[in-house]
């Protein structure tokens, strides 16, 4: 149960002052009967507002297709960003949607986005070990024991002191391959290849955990259903 006015302004409908305003012109209802006490504690399920139920209030969780060329950041000094995708009452929402991990600017593919905080701890913590299968293309042909490099959990990336977990490379062609990660470590896929002296020229994530991108076209969204990972 949450205050009135604060519930329409942590579900990005405007702000709380607003929110008062709104209430004051008999905009919203509680239980059927126009709500006149903005502080009134509220169960979410039974308020409208403009005769509408209320946007998602138990939280979003959503499958993007990320497109090359936007960043996955709330600064906006950054550039274009994923979330200049979303409509602006999401935009707005607090706690804030965000991106469960992080597609660098140049990758494309699936991006889960969420305002549940909890979630984004538990499927990026290396603990979980939720797979993420990439794929990759090379400006060389790959070389060969590549797999068993990626595999065998000693490779050591530049600057840093522990070896990249075991991931899982198939080759897909010589200068293709699929990479899956349990980890999340700073352009990780980009700098495994370059240890190894092939750049990638083009980088595509097609699964997380057991969620497929499909035929979701690049931009757009899909919602998932609260339990899509549950505790
Ligand atoms: N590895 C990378 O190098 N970049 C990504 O965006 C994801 C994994």
């Given at each position: 149960m949450r205050r009135l006015d604060q519930l329409l302004a942590s579900l990005g409908y405007c702000s709380r002052r607003e929110a008062r305003a709104w209430i004051a012109a008999g905009r919203v209802t509680v239980a059927g009967r126009v709500a006149d006490d903005f502080g009134a504690k509220t169960e979410p399920a039974h308020v409208l507002v403009d005769g509408e139920p209320l946007d998602h209030p138990a939280g979003l969780l959503l499958l993007l297709h990320k497109p090359v060329g936007?960043?996955?950041?709330?600064?906006?000094?950054?550039?274009?960003?994923?979330?200049?995708?979303?409509?602006e009452r999401w935009r707005r929402r607090n706690p804030p949607v965000t991106s469960i991990g992080r597609l660098d600017k140049d990758t494309s593919g699936l991006l889960l986005l969420t305002d549940q905080s909890e979630l984004v701890h538990r499927l990026t913590s290396?603990?979980?070990k939720v797979a993420k299968v990439y794929r990759a293309t090379l400006d060389a042909d790959l070389p060969a024991g590549l797999a068993e490099v990626f595999t065998s959990g000693t490779l050591l990336l530049r600057a840093e002191d522990t070896p990249c977990a075991p991931a899982q490379l198939r080759v897909l062609g010589p200068r293709e391959a699929e990479l899956t990660l349990t980890e999340g470590r700073y352009h990780q896929a980009r700098r495994m290849f370059a240890n190894q002296g092939c750049e990638v020229l083009t980088l595509h994530r097609a699964q997380f955990g057991h969620l497929q991108l499909g035929d979701l076209a690049a931009g757009q969204w899909r919602e998932l259903p609260p339990d899509t990972f549950p505790p």
């Open positions: 936007l960043v996955c950041s709330h600064h906006r000094g950054e550039g274009p960003s994923v979330y200049g995708l979303l409509p290396p603990k979980h």
